[in-house]
């Protein structure tokens, strides 16, 4: 089976940025507008809500989901980070 949507490459880049990782917020409605792939065990989203963008990462558990996401920022900010986060400049 071929994948159809991206990894994240397996190690950070030097000097990479080290994204800082939260509880999930409650409240807004979330829209997911790119994702990893599922074939891993660690899934990325980069979502948006309240007319901003962050990054959420899922680990897919047996037992129940364990969700972080990031600081919440205007969407062409959180696209950039997206961007990084696939090269290994973001992690």
Not at 27 to 55: H, K, N, P, S
């Amino acid at each position: 089976m071929t994948c159809v949507s991206p990894h994240i490459p397996d190690r950070r880049q030097p000097g990479a940025m080290k994204l800082q990782w939260f509880e999930p917020s409650d409240g807004a409605r979330v829209r997911a507008l790119a994702w990893t792939c599922d074939c891993l065990a660690m899934v990325y989203e980069l979502c948006q809500a309240g007319g901003q963008g962050f990054i959420r990462r899922t680990l897919q558990n047996e037992d129940a989901p364990e969700i972080r996401e990031t600081h919440r920022w205007p969407i062409a900010q959180a696209r950039d980070i997206w961007a990084a986060l696939l090269t290994g400049m973001a992690r």
